[in-house]
């Protein structure tokens, strides 16, 4: 019986490795922008001016996605991680049925 589905699991594993640990990096350059943006608000002495102002309202805006990157970058990673467990689950049930059916078929017993 041919699987249509092939899954590598230890590859598959470390992608998923690969994926979160790049996904917890994101979230950390995240949270370090926000901190680097806090010294060019407009209101202190590295930058003092209107412009300033302006241009961090429209990062502030584009801050309040941060989370949601975070959130829907970390619900991916689960999704991974249950797509595997499933696959693996049924690949071993599939294999015990096989091996439990398999006296059934041979005609020597």
Known sequence: MEKIIKIKSEQFSSN??????????????LEKISTQMMNIDGTNNTWKSKNAELIYDDYK????????????????????????????????????????????????E
Do not use: G, P
């Not at 790049?22 to 979230?27: G, L, P, R, S, V």
């Open 16 to 29: 998923i490795q690969k994926f979160e640990n790049k996904a917890n990096d994101i979230a950390d350059c």
């Open 61 to 108: 805006n584009l801050e309040k996605q941060f989370e949601k990157i975070n959130v829907e970058l970390c619900s991916y990673v689960v999704f991974l991680k249950d797509t595997l467990s499933e696959y693996e689950k049924l690949e071993s049930q599939t294999d015990k049925k096989i091996d439990d059916n398999s006296s059934n078929l041979d005609i020597n």
